[in-house]
T-cell receptor, first 115, second 110 residues
Framework: KAGVTQTPRYLIKTRGQQVTLSCSPI?????VSWYQQTPGQGLQFLFE???????NKGNFPGRFSGRQFSNSRSEMNVSTLELGDSALYLC??????????????FGPGTRLTVL | QKEVEQDPGPLSVPEGAIVSLNCTYS??????FMWYRQYSRKGPELLMY????GNKEDGRFTAQVDKSSKYISLFIRDSQPSDSATYLC??????????FGIGTKLQVIP
């Protein structure tokens, strides 16, 4: 079974631009979560999508947004990029979403550098 | 103050040593406690998860949770150079919003 795939793996943008990252979950998984990882803050939760609906949201500004398609693939968008947005963006998929434990499987991430 | 505190290290140990990794947390609502391993240029992979307090063993790895002290630990016995990675503690209340520690970088020296 193929794992979580993320594209592109590396991206370089300049301040003020916008960027779209893509995530394909494991086949059959319906929940996709996005995280930002930086050396200073570690892994921070951005948002989760389940059945095309945002279920949870972290403490990030509105410049960070996402969506999920009917095939469970997800995209996240960052508008008006800032230098501080340079980070590894990780996507994680799980079978379900709910109050019980649902293991998350992570992709390799997209390394975004903002110049 | 962060919800989850973890010493970033680095931690260097000789091959064969017992490694102890720890995290403290402040949110008593957390129910599920996880340990992830992350190799360089890779995404985190789940090592173990526990529900509520207690111990859980899986091969050379033992996870401990003490909810009364808000303290979790991961022990690695007979450490190997292949265990060299960053270890992340993580926890949540269910649902997919997981709170991570900053990660401890471990190096096992042959």
């Amino acid at each position: 079974k193929a794992g979580v795939t993320q594209t592109p793996r590396y991206l370089i943008k300049t301040r003020g631009q916008q960027v779209t990252l893509s995530c394909s979950p494991i086949s059959g998984h319906r929940s996709v979560s996005w995280y930002q990882q930086t050396p200073g803050q570690g892994l921070q939760f951005l948002f989760e999508y389940f059945s095309e609906t945002q279920r949870n949201k972290g403490n990030f500004p509105g410049r960070f947004s996402g969506r999920q398609f009917s095939n469970s693939r997800s995209e996240m968008n960052v508008s008006t990029l800032e230098l501080g947005d340079s980070a590894l963006y990780l996507c994680a998929s799980s079978l379900e979403s709910g109050s019980a434990y649902n293991e998350q499987f992570f992709g390799p991430g997209t390394r975004l550098t903002v110049l | 103050q962060k919800e989850v505190e973890q010493d970033p290290g680095p931690l260097s140990v000789p091959e064969g040593a017992i490694v102890s990794l720890n995290c403290t947390y402040s949110n008593s609502a957390f129910q599920y406690f996880m340990w992830y391993r992350q190799y360089s240029r890779k995404g985190p992979e789940l090592l173990m998860y526990t529900y509520s307090s207690g111990n859980k063993e899986d091969g050379r790895f033992t996870a401990q949770v003490d909810k009364s002290s808000k303290y979790i630990s991961l022990f690695i016995r007979d450490s190997q150079p292949s265990d060299s990675a960053t270890y992340l503690c993580a926890m949540n209340r269910g649902y997919q919003k997981v709170t991570f520690g900053i990660g401890t970088k471990l190096q096992v020296i042959p």
